[in-house]
């Protein structure tokens, strides 16, 4: 636990002195639209092991930009679990919407509300985020700052699911560092050091994760992967996380 | 025979060898963090047709274009469609076809400010008028852009609304001798006007 602790403040010293400008982030989200009446299809596969087994989940997101502050978005997964048949899991319906913009040159600073609706679609395998076969309801606000020296994402949310107590406080936060001068047309090579936090706050449990990310776009096409490992976790030993693997790939229309 | 080859060389050269006009629009941009951004402002422009030569430098917020001058675009469109794209227009400079050069400094509208843009056709005749016409309409406490057409005899206007309305501006008009849509210039006033901005005030 203590090595764990100071492995997260030596990273977050070497992040804090060196940060650029970046994409969007991999496991964390952004406050960046990019303009009425576009579209992003992406894909973000996770490769999940717990101590129960290991869950596949690889969801088709599709996201549409009606006007330049707002967003909605539907995200389709097919999910696998221990090298068994696949199935759909939970559909998700997103929501988002853009209620402070500050622009200077070269930089600004967006707050977004973001709600996300989970319908039980999938079976019941309990496992957050794969497959909970349960409605889930989830409020936050992702607050941004990016210019093209560098940029911090955060994300602070709830996500409730009735009848259950694995209700959930969430808090995300990412920094990006490019590893090529930003430049137009895109083609850019980016690090991403991610940390998600999930607090139970009815059984009173928690994890922090740490994901480590590497990122490539080029104009309108993006790929990207990570690896994600719990630094803190005090959750059921049963169901604990070893490590995940996310890769993915985006294209903006 | 020959001199039907004469007559098609001759149109033929003087279809393709005329040049189109082009217009050189420079616009300063706020809010572009990121490369992505950037592309996000681009394909909001890419999609005008006559538009050409789009560059954007990400360090300076600088958006550049040529457009083809026939179609005249109005630097006040241009802050609508980089505003369309989720970003803030500071400020836009365009250079004609026939050298002569526009700027204007765009306020800006998010936060508690309301901006309005609306149009009222102003009857007048030249760029005579033309000059007196925006000068009138921009002396109207609120409003921060005016732009009129000769050849519609509409004028572009962009105001604050919580200090003043459209009919106010069309007051402030008619106090120089143009007629307006809804409101007429005094005899007395229009005769002021000189010989060329005389319009026809039966249109």
Known sequence: MKNNIYMLVLLLCSVITQLFAQGPPITADKPIMLGAKRMVIKTLTEVRTTEKGTYTRVPIMAHYLPTSNSLIAIHLPLVYANGGNSSLG???????????????????????LKALETLPTGGNWDVSDISYGKFQSYLGVVVGYESIKYGVSNEIGYN??????????????????????????????????????????????????????????????????????????????????KHSVFLGTRYVF | MKNSIIIIVTILFTVFGAKAQIDHFTIQVDGLGCAFCAYGLEKKFEKMEGISKIKINLENGILDFDFVSEKSLSLIDVKLKVESAGYTPIKGDVTRSNKEVESLVYKEIFGTQPQIENTIFVNGNCEMCKSRIEKIALSVAGVSNADWDMTTKILKLVFDNTKTNLESIEKAIVTIGHDTANLKSIDSTYNTLHTCCKYDRTK
Not at chain 1, 90 to 105: A, E, H, I, N, S
């Open chain 1, 160 to 241: 409730v699911i009735p009848d259950n107590e694995f209700d959930e406080f969430r808090y995300r936060l990412g920094f990006g560092l490019p590893l090529l001068k930003p430049i137009y047309p895109v083609k850019q090579i980016n690090l991403f050091f991610e940390y998600t936090s999930n607090w139970m706050t009815e059984i009173n449990q928690y994890e922090l994760l740490y994901a480590q990310g590497i990122q490539y776009a080029i104009k309108q096409l993006t790929f990207e992967a990570a690896y994600q490992w719990p630094l803190v976790q005090t959750i059921n030993e049963k169901v604990q996380r």
């Open chain 1, 90 to 112: 939970d559909v998700q319906v997103l929501g988002k919407y853009q209620f402070y913009r500050k622009d200077k040159t070269a930089k600004t600073f967006r707050m977004v």
